[in-house]
């Protein structure tokens, strides 16, 4: 059985912000779920992620994931982090996974190829390494001249010119026998640039007390990119972009232009679906096959758009169900809505879904006609084939009965006299 550490306890000071950087986010989901995800399934257990800078922040983004938690109170460096990791569980004597938090794009099969190696090679500790174009930033793998193997790993920071030119770098992510780790990590130090305890000495604590270090090499490209700056979550974040684009195209979506669509992770679309430029799709939304979304069109949480649903250009759309062909095609605010089926909705109507304290749902019922710039004010229902005139304000509470025809501000029946 493997335990996995992952370590996130850190603040991320090159981040320059006051969210902890596992917590900043890709496509938007943050950095550390794509970390859980991988150790999920590989069915670590347990899977221990150590917290320390605004911890509560971090443990409520991941509630019911099975994590144990581990508390870093001090950020003390990477080696003492994974120390704590290991804390919580004790008398484990197995293989320990330890991974940065900020490693989103490694890949299952690196994973599962460093934990074989480690197991067939009957290794000690080993550490997953990269051959990089552009090494800045990681620490080097220092070899023996004569044997080759592993006598140092130098931090950038630490590092003198000739260490600096080396290619060889670390990666972030280790598998220790757990009794090694520990034994090594007793006798660490923090005698460095950033008086840390750092993991990379643990390694090379081992290394020095005769355990056998292998090293897992993989090659230059996006999964070793770690993320400790803006600009390398933005590179990151593009390159996920690309991917998911690239997975809802293969199952039969249309992106007319995967430059300016925006797809967070986390959304279904069926196929024969379109999707026209500059559409943003927040997590959280599902799109029925044989629908058109865009172009300029914005789809919030919580939104179900039903088959063959028609959303155009300037509609945002949050927390709402909208149904089989009913269309919003132009200048439209949907909010906590169910819309049925073949509903006609006007240009720049708006779902007045906040009254300035909460929010309320809007219930328009088939084959409704929403006049162009109807306001409906929640909590309010239309029935079923009833219409607002163009400009009606449709006022909370006041319901629009079935195949009732309204008009004016506040909106009345113009098959009723008012009573
Ligand atoms: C680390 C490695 C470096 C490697 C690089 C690649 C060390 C000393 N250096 O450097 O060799 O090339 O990753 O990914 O390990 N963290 C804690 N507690 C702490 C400090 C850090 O939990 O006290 C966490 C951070 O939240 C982060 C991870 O550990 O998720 C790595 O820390 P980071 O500061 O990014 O390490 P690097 O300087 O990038
Ligand atoms: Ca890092």
């Known amino acids: 059985m493997v335990m996995s550490v992952i370590l996130a306890a850190g603040k991320g000071t090159r981040m ?37 800078y605004r911890q509560e922040l971090v443990r409520a983004a991941f509630t019911e994931r099975g994590i144990t938690w581990a508390h870093q109170a001090d950020q003390k460096g990477t080696g003492h982090a994974a120390s704590v990791g290991m804390e919580a569980a004790p008398g484990f004597t197995g293989d320990v996974l330890i991974l940065n938090g900020d490693l989103p794009l490694l890949e299952m099969a690196t994973l599962e190829g460093i934990l074989q190696r480690h197991r067939q090679s009957k290794a000690d500790v080993t550490v997953l390494t990269c051959e990089m174009i552009r090494p800045t930033g990681y620490g080097r793998i220092i070899r023996d001249k004569k044997t080759g193997s592993l006598q140092d790993i130098r931090e ?38 950033q008086g840390e305890y750092y993991l990379t000495d643990v390694v090379v604590e081992a290394a020095r007390s005769g355990a056998r270090i292998e090293t897992f090499p993989v090659p230059d490209g996006p999964q070793i990119h770690q993320i400790n700056s803006r600009r ?55 799109i029925a096959p044989g629908c058109e979304v865009g172009p300029f069109a914005h789809l919030r949480p919580g939104t179900f758009l039903r088959e063959g649903a028609s959303i155009g250009n300037f509609v945002e759309i949050k927390a709402s169900e909208i149904g089989e062909r009913t269309k919003a095609r132009h200048l439209t605010y949907i909010g906590d809505a169910q819309v049925g089926s073949d509903v006609n909705i006007g240009a720049g109507v708006i779902f007045a879904n906040f009254d300035g304290k909460k929010k309320s749902r809007t219930i328009v019922k088939q084959r409704a006609f929403i006049g162009s710039g109807t306001i409906l ?7 079923e084939e009833a219409v607002t005139g163009a400009g009606a304000v449709v006022t909370k509470n006041h319901d629009v009965p079935d195949r009732d025809v309204v008009i004016g501000v506040p909106a009345r029946s113009l098959h009723r006299k008012e009573g």
């Open 16 to 52: 320059r912000s006051d969210l902890p950087k596992v917590l900043h986010r890709l496509m938007g989901s943050p950095i550390l779920e794509y970390v859980i995800e991988k150790v999920e399934a590989l069915g670590c257990d347990p899977k221990a992620v150590v917290v320390g």
């Open 156 to 193: 950038d920071k630490d590092a003198d010119e000739a260490t600096r030119a080396i290619r060889e770098a670390n990666v972030g992510t280790y598998v220790f026998k757990a009794p090694v780790f520990r034994d090594a990590f007793l006798r660490t130090r923090c005698d460095n640039a």
């Open 232 to 286: 390398e979550q933005a590179e990151v974040s593009a390159i996920i972009r690309k991917r998911l684009l690239e997975e809802h195209m293969d199952a039969g979506v249309t992106v007319e232009d995967p430059l300016t669509t925006y797809i967070e992770k986390g959304v279904r679309i069926g196929r024969d679906t379109r999707i026209y430029p500059y559409t943003y799709i927040e997590r959280g939304t599902e």
């Open 377 to 383: 004010v929640a909590p309010v229902s239309i029935g």
